[in-house]
């Protein structure tokens, strides 16, 4: 069965720093990956999907996760982070055999001023 | 366009009550999602519908939990009767179909207490 690891429960961060939050999955022959974010008494809404193709994707607000294969990890990272990032951040993985999608426990990430 | 709309927001209830959740979908999502999450966790799949028909419900408690989905578009989550261990966020989500790259939509959740 898939599996996420998430492995850090929280982040803080001062503002305009940056941040990496780690995430690794089982190995899988096909897998999609994806980062949700969820901020306070709001639903999770995507940020950012890997499919195929580059290695590397970003989400529109500055977000960037890479996807590595070798390491079966798949990080998301930003370069300066802002106060209105505070959020708890998902990862997830979607294998064909397993045909659902399997979250991580989720990182906690307070930016603070 | 509007979300997935979930209610109530918030459920107290005492121990072996009955309660029930409403997810109306995003219109035109044929898949619909009731997942469970509990405190400093991810959501755990609960069961999957592809339109009425229940097509994955292997993780649903069936001896207290069960979900119906009639007509295809919105859909209950029912606990009969609720234990303490049921206090949890009950969350909708849908998607335009199963195929694993669909984006999944979250509604805000149902957080129930049990008392």
């Known amino acids: 069965a898939q599996s996420v690891t998430q492995l850090d429960s929280q982040v803080p961060v001062f503002e305009e720093a940056p941040v990496e939050l780690r995430c690794n999955y089982s190995?899988?022959?096909?897998?999609?990956l994806f980062w949700y974010v969820q901020y306070p008494n709001q639903g999770l809404q995507l940020l950012l999907k890997?499919?195929?193709?580059?290695?590397l994707v970003e989400s529109i607000n500055g977000f960037e996760a890479e996807f590595n294969k070798s390491q079966t990890s798949f990080h998301l990272r930003k370069p300066s982070v802002h106060i209105s990032d505070t959020a708890e951040y998902f990862c997830?993985?979607?294998?064909?055999?397993?045909?659902?999608?399997?979250f991580g426990s989720g990182t906690q990430l307070t930016v603070l001023p | 366009e509007a979300g997935v709309v979930q209610s109530p927001r918030y459920k107290i209830i005492e121990k072996k009550q009955p309660v029930a959740f409403w997810c109306n979908p995003i219109s035109g999502h044929n898949t619909l999602y009731w997942y469970l999450q509990n405190l400093g966790q991810g959501p755990e799949l609960l069961i999957r519908y592809e339109n009425e028909e229940a097509v994955d419900d292997s993780q649903l408690p069936k001896d207290r939990f069960s979900a119906e989905r009639l007509k295809g578009v919105d859909s209950t989550l029912k606990i009969q009767p609720a234990e303490l261990g049921d206090s949890a966020v009950y969350l909708c989500a849908s998607s335009l179909g199963q195929v694993g790259y669909n984006e999944q939509f979250f509604g805000p959740g149902t957080r129930l207490t049990v008392l």
């Open positions: 997830a993985a979607h294998s064909g055999s397993a045909r659902q999608l399997t």
């Open positions: 190995s899988s022959v096909s897998v999609y």
């Open positions: 890997y499919l195929s193709g580059s290695t």
